[in-house]
């Protein structure tokens, strides 16, 4: 596993999936239904059928091959180890109904939790240089408290209110981050992509997008090959099997490891630190 996470939360470096310490529970606790990710339906708190007694994966070096997309690109953000063995102590899914039931609830809070936290990480780093960074890392703070919780105070958290507090300072670090960088230019008649722009299969191979912001768009199959996307904004962007062949993405805003483990890439595709190049990746290193 990476180096990089631990079971105590501390700031973004935590914010990855701790595998070994967690009771497989993203294996249980999460539907998912027959697709192009996943080879059957899978009911909400039942065990897939490759999860073994050690809650470990019995084919995880061939998800992909066996049609179990969507398990290599789901990422806990560390919600795993967190419920695993902060909120219930150690207590597994396994050992009593009860424990079962709180258990499957929390994990999906607690991982939308984690997920505000890594945007508001990265949101100091943005501003810190610049400013004060006190109301960021207030509203950091909270959230890791709220993250904290008992399985009790995380069920009767309303999640989509702490989302919704914390945009703002989301969207104006994003706006400092970007402040001073030159926008591309555009031929007449050509309308430069924004926020929550329908991208899907766009052709924007080479495309300059320093500086842009696509929050909630949909760029999923789009081809970004070799596009420049330093100070890009891609929040919530979905960029399902998108070509970031030879794309600069190692200044990109709100860049999730999920969003990389959906796309297609290359050797040559840049990555911003602490993040891993998928092994599916054209030219990455093939799982055991």
């Given amino acids: ?21 967690c009771f497989g529970l993203c294996c249980v606790a999460l539907a998912f239904a027959k697709s192009a990710d996943f080879p059957f339906d899978k ?48 207590r597994s899914w396994r050992d009593d109904p009860q424990t079962r039931a709180a258990m499957f609830s ?15 990480d990265e949101a100091i780093t943005l501003v810190e240089q610049t400013r004060d960074a006190g109301p960021w890392s207030a ?16 069920a009767a958290l309303d999640v989509d209110a702490e989302y919704d507090a914390a945009r703002a ?19 007449r008649g050509h309308r430069a992509p924004g926020p929550r ?22 760029a999923i199959a789009a081809d ?4 420049q996307m330093d100070r890009c904004d891609v929040l919530g962007v979905d960029m399902r099997d998108a070509d970031l062949s030879g794309t600069d993405l190692a200044g990109a805003i709100y860049l999730t490891q999920m969003q990389v483990n959906s796309a297609r890439g290359d050797a040559r595709t840049l990555l911003p630190p602490g993040f891993e190049r998928p092994s599916h990746w054209a030219g990455s290193p093939v799982a055991g």
């Avoid at 509203?139 to 995380?154: I, K, M, T, Y």
């Avoid at 300072?169 to 031929?187: D, H, K, N, Y």
């Fill in 224 to 227: 970004l090959s070799g596009a």
């Fill in 43 to 90: 009911p909400a708190g039942e065990p897939c059928e490759n999860l073994d007694g050690a809650d470990g994966c019995r084919i995880h070096p061939h998800l992909r091959d066996r049609g179990f997309k969507g398990c290599t690109v789901f990422d806990c953000f560390g919600a795993g180890q967190k419920v695993s063995r902060r909120t219930f102590d150690g």
């Fill in 139 to 154: 509203a950091f703070e909270r959230v890791r408290e709220l993250s904290d919780g008992s399985a009790d105070e995380l």
């Fill in 197 to 218: 722009s329908d991208l899907m299969g766009a052709r924007m191979a080479g495309a300059d997008l320093r500086g842009v912001t696509l929050r909630g768009s949909i």
């Fill in 106 to 120: 929390t994990f999906p809070i607690v991982r939308r939790l984690h997920e505000l936290l890594w945007y508001l």
């Fill in 1 to 21: 596993m990476s180096g990089r996470t631990r079971v105590e939360l501390g700031r973004r470096e935590d914010l990855g999936a701790d595998c070994a310490n």
């Fill in 169 to 187: 300072l989301l969207v104006e670090a994003s706006e400092i981050a970007r402040a001073g960088i030159a926008q591309p230019t555009r031929e």
